[in-house]
């Protein structure tokens, strides 16, 4: 069963709402007021999108199975300042499968994020949540699937890798999905972890292609793939999402000619046949509110694919070689596992065309964020509250007008 994670619990207490991204190194001034104190964040290694991710420099590799790191206190795992455990429960119903159990804070990722930071798989042109792990069941390789209790299960793939990080800075191991620093371990000092402390890297895998929904809110202002591709095939491409990094230059994409749906009777009824073709791949302006061409000539071009993934319309993209991952929002170890995309979502009384991706079917994803050991989380737990005040008035002092009436109103609906 999935429970929320209370105050009782290991983990209690996570619940610090962080309203602001860290944007420099130093408080700025408020008015003619001179800043109480500069801001000096750590210096860190190995970040960013263009290294391996889960890649500890020093920390010794361990001979421990994934089912030895998920057995008792389990593993357990950060967003920022929110906790989760994840273990073994009993054993399942079947030889060689387990029952399992998670403890989170309800409305914050948890567990194995079943593709770097999405927010839902699609099946059947709708969103599923994967919340709920239900049973674990251990390959003959020694790695496990992981089942959900949704109807239309996932079953996802992994595979721990063990390292010893006594002695480690604590700060270098907590990583966004990106692989950047999180909040929390930007205020964080020279904490280390204690004797007997392991951290696991995850590397996740599906049997199936599967669709993820990286955004809640992103939308692409068209109802159909066709109405999509005729909206960009002129002057104003569609923009794709792209991470930060030196150097990185944002694409967008525009169609030679717009989709047509290719239909042929088998067994008397009439079926859509997959298509293929050509998108053109042009430089854009970074931080417009409108997408915008920077060259009139495109970079490339790149082969678009539109079938039916899991019951849902879908048109993947995939980028050639020649242009930087990062300019797609992908990490070059994972560019040709995850493939941008667009589908059809299905809403209540209509459809849209939404951003996905396509996770390809035995493409494996290393997960840049580190699970770890019960010894290992007590010294994060700790380390984050000894960071709690430092981190509370640097964001203080940084608070724009927004915020502030978040926070209020936050405090307000809370009394």
Not at 74 to 81: A, E, M, N, P, T
Not at 190 to 202: D, K, M, R, T
Not at 284 to 311: D, M
Request: aromatic share 8%; net charge positive; proline share 7%.
């Amino acid at each position: 069963m999935s429970l929320r994670i209370s105050r009782r619990h290991f983990l209690g207490g996570f619940g610090t709402l962080s309203l602001l991204t860290l944007s420099g190194c130093s408080a700025l001034p408020k008015g003619n007021q001179a800043p109480q104190e500069k801001w000096i964040f750590p210096r860190f290694s190995q970040i960013g999108s263009r290294v391996p991710p889960a890649t500890p420099l020093n920390a010794r590799p361990l001979r421990l199975s994934t089912l030895e790191a998920l057995s008792e206190d389990g593993i357990f795992f950060f967003y920022d300042d929110h906790g989760a455990q994840f273990r073994i429960r009993s054993p399942g119903p079947k030889k060689q499968t387990y029952l399992v159990e998670e403890l989170f804070e309800e409305g914050h990722p948890h567990g194995f994020s079943w593709g770097t930071g999405a927010v839902a798989v699609l099946k059947n042109g709708r969103r599923i949540q994967p919340e709920k792990p239900a049973l674990l069941r251990l390959a003959p390789d020694g790695h496990v699937i992981i089942s959900f209790r949704e109807e239309q299960t996932l079953e996802l793939h992994v595979r721990l890798e063990a390292y010893d990080i006594s002695g480690e800075t604590i700060r270098e191991y907590l990583r966004t999905s990106t692989n950047m620093p999180t909040q929390a371990a930007l205020f964080m000092g020279p904490e280390q972890f204690p004797a007997g402390s392991v951290a696991y890297a995850a590397t996740l895998w599906v049997e199936k292609d599967e669709l993820l929904a990286p955004s809640a809110k992103a939308f692409t202002g068209s109802e159909t793939l066709e109405a999509f591709s005729k909206r960009y095939m002129k002057e104003t491409p569609m923009c794709l999402r792209s991470l930060p990094g030196k150097d990185v230059r944002p694409i967008g994409i525009l169609f030679e000619k717009p989709l047509q749906a290719k239909k042929i009777r088998r067994k008397g009824r009439w079926t859509e046949v997959e298509q293929t073709g050509l998108l053109k791949v042009y430089p854009t302006k970074r931080g417009s509110i409108f997408c915008q061409k920077t060259a009139p000539h495109p970079l490339g071009t790149a082969r678009w694919h539109l079938e039916y993934v899991n019951g849902t319309r879908t048109l993947s993209v995939d980028i050639p070689d020649s242009l930087d991952a990062l300019s797609f929002g992908m990490s070059e170890a994972n560019r040709k596992h995850l493939l941008p995309g667009f589908s059809e979502e299905q809403k209540r009384r209509s459809r849209q065309v939404i951003p996905t991706y396509l996770w390809k079917k035995n493409g494996k994803i290393r997960d840049a964020q580190f699970r770890f050991n019960a010894k290992a989380a007590r010294a994060v737990h700790a380390a984050i509250l000894a960071s709690k005040p430092k981190r509370e008035r640097w964001e203080q002092e940084n608070e724009n007008e927004v915020t502030k009436r978040a926070r209020a109103l936050l405090a307000k609906n809370k009394a």
